[in-house]
C-alpha cells in the first residue's frame, strides 16, 4: 500500500518567511509532484519532478522552488512567504514504469497560513 | 498546454437519482482520463480512469464515458448513496508525459 506523508498538517507563518514543506513516499516512485489546491481553481500544479535532482515547472511555480535530492523525498520550498500563499498543498507520487500513465497518490495535504 | 474544463462546479441530487459531471480538453494529444474523488478533509483518490482506445467503462455504480472526437468525457453516477458526497476532480494526461491536468472540480451532495 502506497504511503505518502507530508511533514505538517498545518502550519503559520509570517510574511517573509522562508517555508519548507516535506513529502516523503515509501513505494520507489520516480514522479513526485506539488499542488496548491484553492476553491474553484482545483489542483494545480506548481513544480514535479521524474527523478533525482530532476525538476520541471508546473502551471504555477512562481514563487516557490523545490528539492529533490533522495528518489523518496521532495520539498517545496516558499523562498519569502507572502500571504496570497496562503493555501492547501498537496504532495502526490507516481510510477511510470509500466505504461506512461499511472496513478497519482496523494499525501494528507499541509493547511498553511501566511499572515 | 492542456485546459481541461470541469462542469458543474457544485451539483445537488436526491439520494438514488443519478449524477454527471462533465470535463471538456483542449490537447488532442491527451490520450489517458483519470477521475479522483476527494471527501471532506481527505486526500483525493483515484475511483475511475478511462484510455483512449474505449469509449466506456463501468464499476459498479461508477461509469465513465469518452468522447476523442469532441474531446469530452463525463462521470456517470447511478443509484447516488450520501457517501458518494465528496469533490470530484476529472484529469487528463498525454501520452510520454508526466503532468496530469486537473479540472476544477465538481463538489457533489447526496441529499437522504
Known amino acids: 500500500d502506497v504511503k505518502v506523508t507530508q511533514s505538517s498538517r498545518y502550519l503559520v507563518k509570517r510574511t517573509g518567511e522562508k517555508v519548507f514543506l516535506e513529502c516523503v513516499q515509501d513505494?520507489?516512485?520516480?514522479?513526485m509532484f506539488w499542488y496548491r489546491q484553492d476553491p474553484g481553481l482545483g489542483l494545480r500544479l506548481i513544480y514535479f519532478?521524474?527523478?533525482?535532482?530532476?525538476?520541471e515547472k508546473g502551471d504555477i511555480p512562481e514563487g516557490y522552488s523545490v528539492s529533490r535530492e533522495k528518489k523518496e523525498r521532495f520539498s517545496l520550498i516558499l523562498e519569502s512567504a507572502s500571504t496570497n500563499q496562503t493555501s492547501m498543498y498537496l504532495c502526490?507520487?507516481?510510477?511510470?514504469?509500466?505504461?506512461?500513465?499511472?496513478?497519482?497518490?496523494f499525501g494528507p495535504g499541509t493547511r498553511l497560513l501566511v499572515l | 498546454g492542456e485546459n481541461v474544463e470541469q462542469h458543474p462546479s457544485t451539483l445537488s441530487v436526491q439520494e438514488g437519482d443519478s449524477a454527471v459531471i462533465k470535463c471538456t480538453y483542449s490537447d488532442s494529444a491527451s490520450n489517458y482520463f483519470p477521475w479522483y474523488k476527494q471527501e471532506l478533509g481527505k486526500r483525493p483518490q483515484l475511483i475511475i480512469d478511462?484510455?483512449?482506445?474505449?469509449g466506456e467503462k463501468k464499476d459498479q455504480r461508477i461509469a465513465v464515458t469518452l468522447n476523442k472526437t469532441a474531446k469530452h468525457f463525463s462521470l456517470h453516477i447511478t443509484e447516488t448513496q450520501p457517501e458518494d458526497s465528496a469533490v470530484y476532480f476529472c484529469?487528463?494526461?498525454?501520452?510520454?508525459?508526466?503532468?496530469?491536468?486537473f479540472g476544477t472540480g465538481t463538489k457533489l451532495q447526496v441529499i437522504p
Open positions: 519532478s521524474y527523478d533525482v535532482k530532476m525538476k
Open positions: 478511462i484510455r483512449s482506445n474505449v
Open positions: 484529469a487528463a494526461v498525454a501520452e510520454g508525459y508526466q503532468k496530469v491536468t
Open positions: 513505494m520507489d516512485h520516480e514522479n
Open positions: 502526490a507520487s507516481s510510477d511510470p514504469r509500466g505504461g506512461g500513465q499511472e496513478t497519482q497518490y
